[in-house]
């Protein structure tokens, strides 16, 4: 019976050859992504790791495997499985070009377990709804926290999509995954996670302490100087690595004076930007990028003469006086690679030891300094050596190495082992990304320039043949946080039990920017997202419910300088913008006259005052409404002319001249009240002043015209007002 083939239908064919063809595109485009740095060259298929080739956080270890197990104990995914993982990887990152294919072969490897278990097999052709609603039950399983588990299903829903448009399943389907970001959490939790997300007061006082201490230690001056950017715009702290040495920026804002800006690249698909720092935090940031130039630019020009100097090896006082094709004696080699040797290590040993092993553990060399490294240990002497005696007494041993040693090649084996695989950039390529070189970022200094005095223990330095990013994640995170092997700057400096994670800076100026009352579009592009940032918000019940009793009709707070805005620029005010509402109340669009505010409800009733605005109670004029204002000294003029007019009128007698005296006049010194209140400077811009009502509409008229009311009943609400003699003597003195 062994020799019987089970039947396979045409379609599962089809799906094997497309799979089998999708594998040989993938491993023919591998090495295409060399050129345009995506990878690095050396790397290969059958790699169990690309992490170290370019494509970050990429190791093809099986799901549940031990990540920091030995080499002989680690387990990785298995055939033909493995292969299919590897397709999608190199259509994530060389062929779309995106940065981090973590969660990708996460969704991928939990997907092997649920295939084995469902199906028995690692077909990948016959994944189905049923198996990758299995990996989801494994996703929620292994990721109980946070929003790891919705995020894989994500990723894994992509794969899906990838496969049914590849023709790579057998019975092909539409799948959505079933899981979904965790609702908010409890009041309880919102503040545990406050608490644990957000600086303490303690922390950012230290650090202020220090920033504007006089530090000595470049780790210390490195370290306070990232923090003062990371709190001088919201940002990552991986971002730093492409922070330019030039990265100001002044534009002019609208009252005219020079606001500060960085050039910045935001991770996460938002790209290059300029963000406007924080106000208050400029000299900081000025400071801070005075302080980095010390011990910086060194490192700059020595990167700009490797980049410039691809086949000269690196001067220094140990390297021979000898051109670059002679040979090296042992005793050169390690000088040029300041390798130290003596009695009891000799030159060729150093040499061995320091340098030889530690290139052939590199298993992402590069083919030019994998050929040298080859042809070196074939021309080296595996035996004891030849004994040479002097005096009876065993002197030194002689090795029959026919290797060649010469400054060209030591150059290429130290920059492999000594330069970042991203060199001349501080980055890998990513799609649309414009990269930073070494020379022009803000942070390079040379490896091995940081003091010893960081660690718990004495640990030897790395030498300084290479550059790196002194405010990489891992050395800032040690350093605000400290670890078993490494002090941080607090410990360092008397601050005992203070540590800060680098990621709450961010969290803490999105919350102010909550408190500040922006916009969560504003804060999302001020801080680099492409998405809403909603839990970087850790603003309290007490002060979430506060903000909406300041914006609720019923219980809104008076905002002059709101108010004033809207007037300026003719928004539509609310009723609710300019006095407290009841219950009861509608909060309606008011009119706004000439002259000011008018609170009438047009929606029920005409103007009552037929457009006799200085006689209603309704008038609001806002104060620093310039335009209103001129408006009203330009009714006033007019009043003016017409008071003379009507008294010249009743010098002649000319009937019904008394009354226009008298309303004229009122008017006028109405007018002139609200104008001379409205320059009293005692006053805030965006106060509103009300005027008086006289009592006088239009249905009140025609009731006292048919006898229906007593017109002394109106003229009663004028007896604040004065006299008409009074009013004449007044208005006399009123000045046009």
């Not at 390798?339 to 590199?362: H, I, M, Q, W």
């Not at 492409?530 to 903000?547: A, K």
């Amino acid at each position: 019976m062994s020799n019987i083939i089970d039947f396979k239908p045409q379609i599962h064919l089809e799906a094997a050859a497309q799979l089998d063809a999708f594998i040989a595109w993938a491993k023919a485009t591998l090495p295409k992504g060399v050129p345009n740095q995506r990878v690095h060259s050396g790397i290969r298929w059958d790699m169990e790791s690309w992490h170290k080739s370019g494509v970050v956080s990429c190791s093809f270890t099986a799901h549940g495997a031990p990540r920091y197990s030995k080499a002989k104990d680690k387990k990785y995914m298995q055939p033909p499985f493995i292969d299919f993982a590897k397709a999608i990887v190199v259509y994530y990152r060389v062929f779309l070009g995106k940065k981090s294919v973590r969660e990708w072969l996460t969704a991928a490897k939990v997907l092997e377990v649920a295939l084995v278990e469902l199906s028995g097999t690692r077909d990948v052709t016959r994944v189905s709804a049923a198996i990758c609603n299995r990996a989801c039950e494994h996703f929620k399983n292994d990721y109980p926290r946070g929003d790891t588990a919705y995020n894989n299903g994500k990723s894994l829903e992509k794969i899906v999509q990838l496969m049914r448009d590849k023709g790579l399943l057998a019975n092909p389907f539409r799948w959505s995954s079933p899981l979904r970001m965790k609702s908010p959490a409890t009041l309880k939790e919102q503040k545990k996670n406050r608490d644990k997300k957000l600086p303490s007061r303690e922390a950012i006082i230290a650090l202020g302490e220090l920033f504007n201490n006089d530090l000595t230690s470049p780790l210390d001056i490195i370290t306070t100087s990232a923090c003062v950017l990371l709190l001088s715009q919201p940002s990552r702290i991986g971002e730093l690595v492409d922070v330019e040495h030039d990265c100001l920026v002044f534009k002019e804002d609208a009252d005219g004076g020079q606001r500060m800006f960085l050039r910045w690249y935001a991770e996460k698909g938002f790209g290059a930007t300029v963000k406007p720092v924080v106000t208050g935090m400029e000299i900081s940031v000025e400071r801070a990028l005075k302080l980095l130039e010390p011990i910086t630019d060194e490192a700059r020009n020595y990167a700009a003469w490797l980049e410039d100097h691809p086949e000269k090896y690196p001067p220094h006082e140990g390297v021979p006086l000898k051109g670059l094709d002679e040979p090296l004696s042992y005793d050169e080699a390690c000088a040029a690679l300041k390798l130290k040797f003596g009695v009891l290590t000799s030159p060729r040993s150093a040499f061995k030891d320091g340098f030889l092993d530690s290139l052939e553990k590199n298993k992402s060399l590069s083919p030019d300094a994998q050929f040298l490294l080859d042809d070196i240990r074939a021309g080296w002497d595996t035996s004891n050596g030849k004994r040479i005696y002097l005096n009876g007494k065993l002197n030194h041993y002689v090795f029959n190495d026919s290797a060649v040693i010469t400054l060209r090649k030591l150059n290429i084996l130290m920059r492999e082992k000594y330069l970042p695989k991203n060199f001349p950039f501080t980055s890998p390529a990513a799609d649309g990304k414009k990269r930073v070189k070494y020379r022009d970022a803000l942070f390079t200094v040379r490896t091995g320039s940081l003091p010893d005095e960081t660690k718990k223990r004495r640990d030897v330095m790395a030498r300084d043949f290479g550059v790196e990013i002194a405010a990489k994640p891992s050395r800032l995170s040690g350093q605000l946080g400290g670890d078993r092997k490494m002090q941080s700057i607090f410990e360092r400096h008397g601050y005992k039990g203070i540590k800060v994670n680098t990621h709450a800076f961010r969290h803490e100026l999105n919350t102010e920017m909550h408190r500040a009352g922006l916009s969560q579009l504003l804060i999302d592009a001020f801080s680099g997202r492409t998405s809403m940032g909603s839990v970087y918000n850790h603003e309290t019940v007490e002060e979430r419910t506060q903000r909406v009793a300041h914006y609720h009709p019923k219980t809104k707070h008076s905002n002059a300088a709101q108010r004033l805005e809207k007037v300026k620029t003719n928004q539509p005010l609310s009723l609710s913008d300019v006095k407290d509402l009841h219950e009861g109340d509608q909060d309606l669009v008011i009119h706004q006259t000439h002259v000011g505010i008018c609170v009438h409800n047009f929606a029920s009733e005409p103007c009552p005052k037929m457009g006799a605005c200085l006689t209603c109670g309704k008038l609001g004029c806002v104060k620093g409404d310039d335009v209103k204002l001129a408006n009203l000294k330009e009714e006033r003029a007019d009043l003016k002319r017409r008071y003379e007019k009507a008294l010249d009128a009743k010098s002649r007698d000319i009937f019904g001249a008394s009354e226009w005296v008298k309303k004229v006049g009122m008017d006028l010194y109405k007018c002139n009240a609200l104008i001379r209140t409205l320059e009293n400077p005692e006053l805030e811009n965006g106060d509103i002043v009300w005027n008086v009502d006289n009592g006088w509409t239009l249905t009140n008229n025609a009731a006292a015209m048919a006898g229906l009311m007593d017109a002394n009943v109106i003229e009663d609400k004028n007896e604040q007002l004065p006299s008409l003699d009074e009013l004449s003597a007044m208005l006399d003195d009123i000045e046009v």
